[in-house]
């Protein structure tokens, strides 16, 4: 029962997780430049994400342009691109799998194939949380480096924005849920292994009897 309250606690960590990454993919701010400027009825805050970038005026009025060219975007932004998807369609098949393999589900056949879903399910969801960690740490160190070199100028300086904070969460809740699935079925595949059923050897009656027998004879 606890291991089965423990896979349901992960199946709902890794939702939260999935849901996540596909906001943080789709979401126009990886990185924020927020331009006061002399007054502040003009302000702009620009946002720039992995396929879009986006205006946003102090008046109301809000404007997005798609990045329609790949090869003249940043080497990171491109394995932005391809890691986040790849994370996306990885913890979509963990979702699917896990529910076959879960304990509290009446999928998946007998006991042995319910484990072994469970463990490929846990696999995807660990994969599936390192590359959605990858292109955050990368987009992060891209957005520091820029902000600290000083031959940039002040308006081209941007911050994290709220999709990179999304996207790091989302990768760690993958990260717990692939582990305590791959935990769960681990378990107990080496608690049969360590400690296999014990066989007890009782001795023959007929062997009793014979030797009854034959002490009998000696007297």
Known sequence: MASASLQFFAFILALFGVFGDITATL???????????????????????????????????????????????????????????????LSAFGICITTVGMKCTKLGGDTDSKSHACFAGGVCFIL???????????????????????????SSKHEPGGAVYTGFISAGFLLIAGVIFCTSCFKKQQGAWIYPPKQHHFPSTEQESDAGYNLKDYV
């Open 27 to 89: 979401l126009p701010n990886w990185k924020v430049n927020a331009d006061v400027g002399s007054n502040i009825i003009t302000a702009i805050t620009q946002m720039q994400g992995l396929w879009m970038d986006c205006t946003w005026y102090s008046t109301g009025m809000f404007s997005c342009t798609l990045k329609y060219s790949v090869l003249s975007l940043p080497v990171y932004i491109q394995a932005a691109r391809t890691t986040m998807v790849l994370s996306c369609i």
């Open 128 to 154: 599936a949380g390192i590359f959605g960690l990858v292109p955050t740490s990368w987009y992060t160190r891209e957005i520091i480096a820029s902000f600290l070199d000083h031959t940039i100028p002040e």
